[in-house]
């Protein structure tokens, strides 16, 4: 796992230097074209609307709603977790932007669904709903360990993720390799995440058991006594 975390950690070094120089990279029109070869007026709709979930406000509305609904079921440190993927899955993406600068898709090349101010690469949607939903993929896939629909919410993930790559990729906001950026910075992060979620896992088990040890001990040492 670690290789393979250290392999992507280069991909996206390697990705951020080059489009720090370059408008696209190859493959990006060809593949944008495709996807955007069967448009409509109702996949532009549903497009925009998928589009508009992982837009701010509305997208810290979302996680936010995720994190409380954590701490209300009780998952404490779940709810501590996952605010940190999404927090810090939009830091490092904005940090990325803001060093790489490679501009967004201009019309004269593909299709624009409108006009957007920031810079494109990485996908910002993609990196935060990567971090974000794969962390609660990864919690739902521990809860429904030992049972045949534990995939079930790992299969929900990718399914958003692709979805929304389509959407980026369909209104013309991003080009592939924006999303695929964005799929490499969320993946990463949720990768620490979820070290972090078992690491704390374990020190609150410890915690918990330490009241129990104390309690045995007092309770064998008074036995011991003739």
Do not use: K
């Not at 837009?55 to 409380?68: A, D, E, K, R, W």
């Not at 990567?130 to 399914?159: D, E, I, M, N």
């Not at 129990?212 to 064998?220: C, E, M």
């Amino acid at each position: 796992m670690i290789f393979v975390f250290l392999l992507g950690l280069v991909l996206l070094a390697i990705m951020s230097f080059e489009a720090h120089s370059l408008a696209y990279f190859q493959g990006d029109i060809a593949i944008s074209h495709v996807v955007q070869a069967s448009s409509s007026d109702w996949l532009d709709r549903a497009v925009d609307a998928v589009s508009w979930v992982g837009y701010p406000p509305q997208s810290n509305v979302l996680f936010g709603v995720i994190v409380v609904t954590l701490f209300a079921c009780g998952a404490r440190w779940a709810a501590a977790t996952e605010a940190l993927a999404a927090l810090g899955s939009g830091g490092l993406y904005l940090l990325l932007e803001h060093f790489v600068g490679q501009p967004r898709p201009p019309a004269d090349l593909v299709r624009v669904m409108g006009p957007i101010q920031m810079t494109g690469f990485p996908s910002g949607h993609l990196a935060t709903f990567t971090a974000v939903f794969g962390f609660l993929g990864y919690l739902g896939y521990r809860r429904l360990s030992g049972t045949a629909y534990r995939w079930l919410p790992v299969v929900g993930v990718v399914v958003l993720v692709l979805v929304m790559s389509f959407a980026r990729i369909y209104s013309g906001h991003h080009w592939p390799s924006d999303v695929v950026a964005g799929c490499l910075v969320g993946g990463l992060w949720l990768a620490v995440v979820i070290w972090l979620y078992r690491w704390g896992e374990a020190r609150l088990a410890q915690r918990s058991q330490q009241p129990t040890l104390r309690w045995a001990q007092r309770q064998s040492g008074r036995t011991s006594v003739p």
